[in-house]
């Protein structure tokens, strides 16, 4: 139902566990996509970081790595946050590089755990830490 899934929206909106950012690009103001940070857990100072560019025209032109920038700059330096996370799939290399080009390093994966395609892929789990942020 419309209306359900509508008020769930609302409640997330509102929930203080998420913090939503919408991607413009700066010439036209177009939307071009979202990223937000959820189960955030002010007492452990920890969130998990989510992203997409959701006009695959503006992939691979670098948004998403400065997104991925700004939120790390806006988590860990204005809300306070300590460590950041992130899934990625093993085959999104252009996710992983992005990451990785903003400041998130790997520490750890869950092996084959992702079936898609005939075959297994591995989860990559990422973080970046306050200490160690160089925005
Ligand atoms: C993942 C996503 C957010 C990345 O944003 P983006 O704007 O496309 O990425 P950027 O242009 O900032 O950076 C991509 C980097 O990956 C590199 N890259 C692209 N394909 C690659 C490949 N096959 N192997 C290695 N690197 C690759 C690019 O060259 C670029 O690095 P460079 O600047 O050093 O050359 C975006 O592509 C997206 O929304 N994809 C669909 C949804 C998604 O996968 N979300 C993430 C779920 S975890």
Redesign the pocket.
């Known amino acids: 139902m419309l209306e359900e899934e509508i008020h769930a929206f609302e409640n997330i909106f509102k929930s203080k566990e998420y913090i939503f950012f919408t991607i413009y690009e700066n010439d036209t103001q177009r939307p071009i ?1 979202n990223t937000f940070l959820s189960d955030i857990d002010y007492k452990n100072r920890t969130a998990e970081f ?5 006009e695959k025209e ?9 997104a991925a920038l700004l939120v790390l700059d806006y988590a860990l330096n204005i809300v306070g946050l300590h460590n950041l996370f ?4 093993e085959f ?4 992983i ?2 990451y990785e ?1 903003a400041g998130f390093i790997i520490c750890g994966s869950r092996r084959q755990s992702h079936y898609i395609g005939g075959r297994y892929w591995d989860i990559i789990f990422m973080e970046a830490l306050a200490t160690e942020f160089k925005g």
Do not use: C, H, P, Q
Not at 50 to 54: F, K, M, T, W
Not at 58 to 66: D, L, M, N, S
Not at 92 to 95: D, E, F, I, L, Y
């Open positions: 996509g989510n992203i997409v560019i959701g503006f992939r691979g032109k670098g948004y998403g790595t400065e992130l899934k990625v799939f999104n290399k252009s996710a590089r992005a080009k």
